[in-house]
């Protein structure tokens, strides 16, 4: 399940997909965002050592996409904030692998192969849908505000 965390960081995100280049305050993000602005920066922080926004201090500072919003896709936020995509860690193919504490034997495993389709099937949903993809994709689902 998607937490509140990666909830938060990927609406963020899209507002500043949305922003066009423009930098944002993690004030202007919470607001846009509808996030509590305390945890955002801390997501924000997390998002920063990652590569994934740049941030820049001071009274005029704030945060902008790292990278074109197309090339961020919402699985790469998901696995910074939340870690693996698959269910179990037997299924990850990333840093995540390991054997169930409660599995005798991988390769007689009645769960793994379904497990693993679930993971494939929505890595490839999450790997094909990017934070460009987010921004144009209608009306924001908080108002937007203007500072």
């Not at 924000?44 to 926004?53: A, C, G, M, P, T």
């Not at 919003?69 to 840093?95: K, N, W």
């Not at 034997?105 to 693993?116: G, K």
Request: a positive charge; hydrophobic letters at 45%; aromatic letters at 4%.
């Amino acid at each position: 399940m998607l937490s509140q965390k990666a909830k938060y960081g990927l609406r963020a995100l899209v507002e500043l997909a949305r922003a066009d280049g423009m930098q944002l305050s993690a004030g202007e993000l919470s607001l846009r965002a509808g996030t509590p602005r305390k945890f955002l920066e801390a997501i924000l922080l997390e998002l920063s050592r990652n590569q994934v926004v740049v941030s820049r201090r001071g009274k005029f500072g704030g945060y902008v996409l790292a990278r074109p919003a197309g090339e961020i896709s919402f699985a790469e936020i998901i696995r910074i904030i939340d870690g693996p995509l698959a269910l179990a860690p037997c299924v990850s193919p990333r840093l995540g692998f390991r054997k169930c504490v409660d599995c005798a034997d991988l390769a007689t495993c009645t769960l793994r192969e379904a497990l693993a389709r679930a993971r494939d099937a929505t890595a490839d949903v999450l790997e094909a849908y990017s934070l460009a993809d987010a921004a144009a994709s209608g009306a924001p689902e908080l108002p937007r505000i203007t500072m």
